[in-house]
């Protein structure tokens, strides 16, 4: 006789049998659990392989399951937990010996999951595996939006925007998983744009009529883009379509409202603190090039060295696309002349950035420029208390110097990267050209730096 010794199988007394396998750790902290175990009805011979079989399958899927949920912001919703278990119940009923055809193959696989007090759902995939699929609930069309709207090139805040806007929906609406898309009324529109005209901020203070309105932005966007993909035209209707925002107390504040230039004392107090010894001299230079040239943040911290002209008629910095840094907007792509400290500062990180492709290799990565603005903001914050004094205040200055010293606004927006009036100014004029004026106005503003 031939002995079959199954892996992941325990002997128990009076001969019964039990599977049991140890989960990966991050699966046993979700589940609860540490192992898989089930008692098996088989003893022996071909029945015993085929259950054993069968249990792998399902552990693997269980597994598979776990980690696709954890990877998902507050796991899968029924309609995805429904697909698991068709593909789940397929493996398993392909993995069946000796039945006669599927309907059979899937009778067995049937009664085996009754038998061990299997997932409902799995076992109505096995059994009825032409069942109406649950309905799309707003989780669904979360990961939807997320497959086909969403890219690489909108960077992290874009991503923290829409996971910021699934806990709002969910603290006001209830369950994303339950939340299905053809229950979605008007009164739930209201209902989360009020609670979000009520939220507070870390600090305190309410969110502001702008951000209320981008995220109620992003939802609208959510729900059109699931009812287009699902094909739920005439079942689900979108409830966020012209939703007033029903302020009261003024006109929205947008983010250029929210910020204030540095004043003269404060602007003289971060230069000597830029300039002084610093942990990570990178950000003095950081500093220095926004304050000198009103560049956003992400379009300095995410310079190649090839993007710094030096040793030229008309210093400058180039402002581009590439792999490693994706810019606001079209518009956001030129040249910015290098003026005064600015033009210092670029010769010193061209110094320091020898060998490297990026100008700030240390923050070559898609948060760096977030790690820049919070280290920068660590430094402003001895210098000024005043929660409308930010790094991109920097902006705000540099705007105000254009306007002081009488610059063209065409030349302002060129260099500030704003959208340009006329087809005129958006193209024609060679890119010398433009620089020239650019250089004349920059070094205009900075006749007017303290």
Avoid at 143 to 158: L, P, S, T
Avoid at 376 to 384: D, G, I, Q, S, V
Wanted: proline share 4%; net charge positive.
């Amino acid at each position: 006789m031939v002995l079959l010794k199954l892996k992941y199988v325990d002997e128990l007394s009076g001969g019964r049998k039990r599977f049991r396998r140890r989960f990966p750790k991050a699966v046993a902290e979700a589940l609860g659990a540490e192992f898989f175990q089930v008692p098996m009805v088989a003893r022996e011979g071909g029945a015993l392989v085929t259950e054993h079989a069968l249990l792998l399958k399902r552990f693997e899927f269980l597994v598979a399951k776990e980690k696709r949920k954890l990877s998902t912001i507050g796991g899968l919703s029924p309609r995805e937990k429904w697909k698991d278990a068709l593909k789940q119940a397929e493996t398993l009923i392909a993995g069946v010996v000796g039945a006669a055809d599927e309907m059979d193959a899937r009778d067995l696989v049937a009664d085996e999951l009754q038998r061990n007090g299997s997932d409902s759902m799995l076992y109505r995939a096995v059994a009825t595996p032409d069942a109406v699929p649950p309905e799309v609930t707003f989780r669904d069309a979360v990961e939807i939006y997320r497959k086909e709207r969403m890219n690489d090139a909108q960077g992290r805040n874009q991503k923290n925007r829409l996971d910021r806007v699934c806990r709002r929906v969910e603290d006001a609406l209830g369950s994303l998983e339950g939340l299905t898309l053809v229950g979605l009324k008007r009164e739930h529109a209201r209902k989360l744009r009020d609670d979000m005209l009520n939220a507070t901020k870390q600090n305190g203070e309410k969110l502001a009529a702008s951000s209320v309105r981008r995220e109620l932005d992003m939802v609208r966007a959510i729900v059109a883009t699931a009812i287009r993909e699902f094909d739920l035209q005439g079942r689900a209707r979108n409830p966020f379509d012209e939703l007033d925002l029903g302020k009261k107390d003024g006109a929205p504040e947008s983010e250029w409202e929210k910020r204030d230039p540095l004043p003269k004392d404060v602007l003289l107090a971060m230069r000597k603190r830029m300039k002084g010894k610093l942990r990570e001299p990178a950000l003095g230079l950081i500093w220095r090039l926004l304050e000198g040239t009103g560049c956003r943040g992400a379009e300095v911290v995410g310079l190649r060295v090839e993007d710094v002209k030096v040793n030229v008629e008309y210093p400058h910095i180039k402002v581009t696309w590439h792999e490693d840094r994706r810019l606001k907007t079209k518009v956001s792509n030129r040249l910015v002349p290098l003026v005064g400290d600015a033009l210092e500062a670029a010769k010193e990180a061209l110094e320091r950035a020898q060998g490297e492709t990026l100008l700030f290799a240390r923050y070559g990565y898609e948060a760096g420029p977030d790690a820049v603005s919070q280290a920068l903001m660590k430094h402003l914050r001895k210098e000024t208390s005043n929660r409308r004094h930010v790094v991109y205040s920097l902006r705000h200055n540099m705007k105000d110097l254009l306007v002081a010293a009488g610059v063209p606004q065409r030349d302002e927006n060129r260099i500030l990267g704003h959208s340009l009036g006329g087809v005129g100014d958006r193209f024609y004029g060679g890119d010398e050209a433009k620089l020239k004026a650019a250089t004349d106005a920059m070094r205009l503003a900075h006749q007017g730096l303290p």
